[in-house]
């Protein structure tokens, strides 16, 4: 998912990174986008594999609903796919923070979680008309608790970068904005690897919050520019 269309998750890890750990990201955005172009040209493997938290994630969302244990649930995923199974570290990791998160909030609510099977759309929301910003269902964890209230939270993995307040702002923004229908105290935003979540009884809007992302994001274009040429550069001279 490139930077110049991306989902909301990589957009918040993205505002909440120092110069550096941008920059990384970065590079590891433009190579996979190279691949992608080879493997369309048959110069490499295809299908490139999936991201381990688009598997992790669908298993997180049926361990909330009551499906199925999530560690059974990967257990299962590492015999059908052992090559998984030897990079399993991250799902590791996840499936650590997402239970000691969900498990903090049942016990602090003391009530459970069922899937809201409520049909939700969204509006689409851009950064300038060349640059949508992507909601994805499937990024979406949607609840019901038990005296009827509906919660949506929205994941987001950052290995290395807690998100930062003002980026979970932003984050709470875009949702009120892609969600008009919506009541906002139902939006949630999920740091998954910190095991975080972010409401606006917490982060209250104040704002300038249009006015901090295009600022931000301008400055990560012309970081993700400057970066891709560099890569086109090194390719032309091999």
């Known amino acids: 998912m490139s930077i110049l269309r991306p989902n ?13 750990e941008l920059i990384f990201d970065i590079k590891k ?19 490139l594999p999936i991201p381990y938290y688009r598997a992790f994630w669908s298993r997180a969302k049926r361990h909330v609903y009551g499906y199925k244990d999530l560690n059974k649930a990967l257990n299962e995923f590492f ?5 998984s199974y ?10 650590n923070q997402f239970l000691k998160w969900y498990d903090e909030k049942r016990r602090w609510r003391n009530e459970d979680f069922t899937e809201d099977k409520s049909k939700y759309t969204f509006t689409s929301f851009h950064l300038g008309q060349e ?28 290995p290395r970068t807690m998100i930062s307040s003002e980026g979970a702002r932003i984050a709470l923004w875009i949702m009120q904005e892609a969600f008009p229908n919506v009541p906002a105290n139902s939006f949630r935003f999920f740091d998954v690897l910190h095991a975080r979540s972010y409401g606006l ?19 990560i274009l012309n970081a993700y520019e400057i970066e891709r040429n560099k890569q086109l550069e090194k390719r032309e001279a091999a």
């Open 131 to 158: 640059n949508p910003i992507k909601l994805k269902n499937e990024d979406f964890l949607a609840i019901k608790l038990n005296n009827e209230q509906k919660k949506i939270i929205y994941s987001c993995f950052s």
């Open 201 to 219: 009884i917490d982060y209250q809007l104040i704002g300038n919050e249009k006015q901090l992302l295009s600022s931000r994001y301008k400055l």
């Open 8 to 20: 909301l998750g990589k957009l918040i890890k993205f505002y909440s990174h120092s110069d550096k």
């Open 79 to 83: 015999k059908e796919f052992p090559s």
């Open 86 to 95: 030897k990079k399993r570290e991250p799902y590791n990791r996840a499936a």
């Open 29 to 47: 955005d433009i190579e996979l986008e190279f691949k992608h172009a080879d493997a369309l040209q048959g110069l490499c493997e295809y299908p």
